[in-house]
């Protein structure tokens, strides 16, 4: 996104990533958000995939594929994901808690392949709503 670290699109992202959070329940400590190149955020969900219960499950969000969940493995291709929810970048925290409730429960919400979510533009003046939000 290539946006100002103080920008209302990069604190318009903050917020928006600790409202999804806290619904989810999970406290600060546990995520992160970050602009740049690419704009990114990072969930840890405190639940595990059923069929998959020997490895934490992540949350994440970019700007070019939006919300994903995926499991947390360390390989050299990064994170398996499970699904992605798409096709918006920036659905409501309640609409993302309700595809983490259905992910961790073993259902297939969302999508198996990444979607795009569109102008960058566009998508840092939806982000910079939050900031009034």
Same mark, same amino acid.
């Given at each position: 996104?290539?946006?100002?670290? *103080?920008?209302?699109?990069?604190?318009?992202?903050?917020?928006?990533?600790?409202?999804?959070?806290?619904?989810?329940?999970?406290?600060? *400590?546990?995520?992160?958000?970050?602009?740049? *190149?690419?704009?990114?955020?990072?969930?840890?969900?405190?639940?595990?995939?059923?069929?998959?219960?020997?490895?934490?499950?992540?949350?994440?969000?970019?700007?070019?594929?939006?919300?994903?969940?995926?499991?947390?493995?360390?390989?050299?291709?990064?994170?398996?994901?499970?699904?992605?929810?798409?096709?918006? #970048?920036?659905?409501?925290?309640?609409?993302?808690?309700?595809?983490?409730?259905?992910?961790?429960?073993?259902?297939?919400?969302?999508? #198996?392949?990444?979607?795009?979510?569109?102008?960058?533009?566009?998508?840092?003046?939806?982000?910079?709503?939050?900031?009034?939000?």
């Amino acid at each position: 996104m290539n946006v100002a670290p *103080d920008s209302e699109a990069a604190l318009g992202l903050g917020r928006y990533v600790a409202a999804v959070a806290r619904l989810l329940g999970v406290p600060s *400590d546990a995520m992160y958000h970050e602009v740049g *190149d690419l704009a990114s955020a990072y969930i840890a969900l405190p639940t595990r995939h059923p069929l998959f219960a020997e490895f934490d499950l992540m949350l994440v969000w970019d700007e070019r594929h939006g919300w994903s969940v995926g499991l947390e493995i360390d390989t050299l291709d990064g994170p398996v994901i499970l699904s992605y929810l798409g096709p918006d #970048p920036l659905p409501t925290p309640g609409r993302v808690r309700h595809f983490v409730d259905e992910v961790v429960v073993g259902n297939c919400p969302g999508q #198996p392949n990444p979607p795009h979510c569109g102008s960058r533009k566009r998508l840092a003046d939806r982000l910079a709503k939050f900031v009034t939000a």
